[in-house]
T-cell receptor, first 113, second 113 residues
Framework: DQQVKQNSPSLSVQEGRISILNCDYT??????FLWYKKYPAEGPTFLIS?????DKNEDGRFTVFLNKSAKHLSLHIVPSQPGDSAVYFC????????????FGTGTRLKVLA | KAGVTQTPRYLIKTRGQQVTLSCSPI?????VSWYQQTPGQGLQFLFE???????NKGNFPGRFSGRQFSNSRSEMNVSTLELGDSALYLC????????????FGPGTRLTVL
């Protein structure tokens, strides 16, 4: 039972363009969401998070959008840079219940120079 | 400030053996979580320790166990290894338990032959 889904295993984008990574979840109790970036041979690195009381959070080139009614969140990277090439994981949790992060399966982003 | 360290980085074992993995969190962090990463499954939560107590446990068999010491260092043990246990095991530390930013180590790559 995959409660957090990243349906695109890979994505290629031209340098300078926008990268949009998508994530869907099924548990309506989730109220906190995060994105992590992972390079080969390294652990995931926290990128950006969003609480369910917001629908958008921005940090530099990274913006996360949350659509609670659709149970969907997306990560926008603008402009995309070759150094952004990595695997991106979304994760979800609910703060009122038992703490546990549920991760998606990841999307491999390749930014072409 | 030193990051999360995990030892060993690589490990090869045979079926039926047991293995112990170690994680040292960031100084001052008291919560340690363990995840298993396999291709196609993303990061799956194993368990979380806070102040030497297991706070939460994922859906893994009892062969997977862990503990945390008074200095917040944590160990994970897998007994009676199976081929399917081959994975990258990631440790993440955070300042407190609950939903907050986690910092991941580089992982231990376990191969079971």
């Amino acid at each position: 039972d995959q409660q957090v889904k990243q349906n695109s295993p890979s994505l290629s984008v031209q340098e300078g363009r926008i990268s949009i990574l998508n994530c869907d979840y099924t548990n309506s109790m989730f109220d906190y969401f995060l994105w992590y970036k992972k390079y080969p041979a390294e652990g995931p690195t926290f990128l950006i998070s969003i609480s369910s009381i917001k629908d958008k959070n921005e940090d530099g080139r990274f913006t996360v959008f949350l659509n609670k009614s659709a149970k969907h969140l997306s990560l926008h990277i603008v402009p995309s840079q070759p150094g952004d090439s990595a695997v991106y994981f979304c994760a979800a949790s609910h703060t009122s219940g038992t703490y546990k992060y549920i991760f998606g399966t990841g999307t491999r982003l390749k930014v072409l120079a | 400030k030193a990051g999360v360290t995990q030892t060993p980085r690589y490990l090869i074992k045979t079926r039926g053996q047991q293995v112990t993995l170690s994680c040292s969190p960031i100084s001052g962090h008291r919560s340690v979580s363990w995840y298993q990463q396999t291709p196609g499954q993303g990061l799956q939560f194993l368990f979380e320790y806070f102040s030497e107590t297991q706070r939460n446990k994922g859906n893994f068999p009892g062969r997977f166990s862990g503990r945390q010491f008074s200095n917040s260092r944590s160990e994970m043990n897998v007994s009676t290894l199976e081929l399917g246990d081959s994975a990258l095991y990631l440790c993440a530390s955070s300042l407190l338990a609950g939903v907050n930013e986690q910092f991941f180590g580089p992982g231990t790559r376990l191969t079971v032959l």
